[in-house]
């Protein structure tokens, strides 16, 4: 019982750099400052107290600080060792993002769902969905709202054989993948969609 009210005043490192429109990085390099207070479970997970995530919402409200919403990048690849390392460098780089990872396309979809992300990187063929359904079903979607969707491949035949069956909207990108070129894209879209929905909002 006591264990259950314990979790139920923290939250994870990542849900706090959420409700603070700031990068997981950057919560971390909080925690190190002692600006956020934090411990760690026997399993070497950090918990941050949701009281000193509070003090800084309210720090921000005072200072009229008007946060950004974090933009959400899924991060769909089945192999952990390089889902682990793409997402690091994605963090590191994309210091407005909340970067999510998963392995498996039935999660992917459920993260999709919540985190309505504005950005999709996926291994071709993920297991556990009909991809291409899935790849339209992003594309669609997308219509109404900015969506850079990149489809990563292991070969040029791989490459050829997709094109014509993914919509001209979406991105193809080689493997072994050049993780700065693609964060440099990532970024790049991203500024342009904020610059984009700024004079959109200046002019409504």
């Given at each position: 019982?006591?264990?259950?009210?314990?979790?139920?005043?923290?939250?994870?490192?990542?849900?706090?750099?959420?409700?603070?429109?700031?990068?997981?990085?950057?919560?971390?390099?909080?925690?190190?400052?002692?600006?956020?207070?934090?411990?760690?479970?026997?399993?070497?997970h950090r918990r941050i107290l949701m009281g000193s995530v509070g003090r800084l919402l309210d720090e921000q409200q005072r200072a009229g600080?008007?946060?950004?919403?974090?933009?959400?990048?899924?991060?769909?690849?089945?192999?952990?060792?390089?889902?682990?390392?793409?997402?690091?460098?994605?963090?590191?780089?994309?210091?407005?993002?909340?970067?999510?990872?998963?392995?498996?396309?039935?999660?992917?979809?459920?993260?999709?769902?919540?985190?309505?992300?504005?950005?999709?990187?996926?291994?071709?063929?993920?297991?556990?969905?009909?991809?291409?359904?899935?790849?339209?079903?992003?594309?669609?979607?997308?219509?109404?709202?900015?969506?850079?969707?990149?489809?990563?491949?292991?070969?040029?035949?791989?490459?050829?054989?997709?094109?014509?069956?993914?919509?001209?909207?979406?991105?193809?990108?080689?493997?072994?993948?050049?993780?700065?070129?693609?964060?440099?894209?990532?970024?790049?879209?991203?500024?342009?969609?904020?610059?984009?929905?700024?004079?959109?909002?200046?002019?409504?």
């Open positions: 019982m006591a264990t259950d009210a314990l979790s139920a005043q923290t939250c994870s490192t990542r849900e706090a750099a959420r409700l603070l429109g700031i990068s997981v990085r950057t919560a971390q390099l909080w925690v190190e400052e002692g600006r956020l207070q934090a411990w760690k479970t026997p399993g070497g600080i008007t946060r950004h919403a974090p933009f959400g990048v899924l991060l769909l690849r089945e192999n952990p060792d390089e889902r682990q390392a793409l997402q690091q460098q994605l963090e590191d780089v994309l210091s407005d993002c909340v970067v999510i990872g998963v392995g498996d396309g039935f999660e992917g979809l459920i993260r999709m769902g919540e985190m309505a992300p504005r950005v999709v990187i996926t291994d071709l063929g993920v297991t556990g969905l009909d991809f291409f359904r899935m790849i339209d079903a992003l594309i669609v979607h997308a219509k109404d709202r900015a969506m850079l969707v990149v489809v990563l491949v292991a070969s040029e035949a791989d490459r050829v054989g997709v094109r014509q069956r993914l919509p001209d909207e979406v991105v193809i990108v080689g493997t072994p993948l050049d993780g700065a070129e693609l964060t440099v894209m990532v970024r790049a879209f991203l500024r342009n969609w904020r610059r984009d929905d700024e004079r959109t909002g200046e002019g409504r």
